[in-house]
């Protein structure tokens, strides 16, 4: 488990990555340039995006203003994913080129396969794409999202390298404990979308209890559980207040008793 926003987790191919980090779907150019620099200086190291949320010109230029302002690059990780109309060999390759284009670094910490492809044979056209690009340096780890047991099983099995995470959506309630099981089974880090059930988690009593017992919101709780879980929470935010106290969560422990709680919400 992470102690701080600044700690890192192991990967299966020898690098690490911070422990919780910010989503930014939904963001434009601009405001996502604003939010990214503002989460940067304020200690997150974790940018995730995505080809999908048109967005990655803006996520570049609020890393490189970052980095202008004294951040180190390589303590800051940022992942995109090619999307899945991108998906086989030819696209995929040039579906990355684009990204690597918009986000104007000198490398890409993380590609993931946004989403599988009903065809076990196309996901391991696209991946095979990514392999050669991670052998180029352009990208230091490649990884999948939203992938079943089932979509993984075929792909690592064809795999020259594993995958180093699973991005899927995960919040209390909705934990999918079978599938990040077998990823850590395999080594497969897991990374949590939607993390506050996109804003809606204020609704469920349980969870408000247990927020005020700790002197804590609902948000800091979902947070704090999925870090206690081992899995990599990325919550999306535009606030400034909101990014603060989506980081505040290393100060406090949720029980046995708690996690059972969050686990089976709702
Ligand atoms: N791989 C995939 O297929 C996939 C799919 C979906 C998402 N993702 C990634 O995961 C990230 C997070 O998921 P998400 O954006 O769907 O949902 P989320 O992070 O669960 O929730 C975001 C919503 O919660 C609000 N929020 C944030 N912090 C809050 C706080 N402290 N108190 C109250 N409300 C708060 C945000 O509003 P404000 O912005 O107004 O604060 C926003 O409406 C995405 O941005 C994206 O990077 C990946």
Known sequence: MVV???DRMPLNNGLTIPGIGLGTYGMDDNQVEETVFT???????????????????????GINRAINAGISREDIFVVTKIWKTDAGLAKATQAFEDSFQKLNLEYVDMAL??????????NRETWQALEEIYASGRVKAIG??????????????????????????????????ELTDFCASKN??????SPLKKGKLSSENKITKIAEKHNKTVAQI???WS?????IPIPKTTHKERLIENAAIFDFELSDEEMDILDNLG
């Open 222 to 224: 979902a947070l704090r």
């Open 39 to 61: 989460a940067l200086m304020n200690g997150y190291r974790l940018i995730d995006t995505a080809s999908m949320y048109k967005n990655e010109v803006g996520v570049g230029r």
């Open 227 to 231: 870090i206690e879980k081992d899995l």
């Open 4 to 6: 701080s926003l600044l």
């Open 113 to 122: 396969i946004h989403w599988p492809d009903a065809s076990d044979e196309i």
């Open 188 to 193: 497969i880090v897991t990374m949590a979308y």
């Open 144 to 177: 999948v999202a939203n992938f079943t047991r089932g979509d993984l099983l075929p792909l690592l099995k064809a795999a020259k390298i594993k995958p180093v995470v699973n991005q899927i959506e995960i919040y209390p309630g909705h934990r999918l404990e």
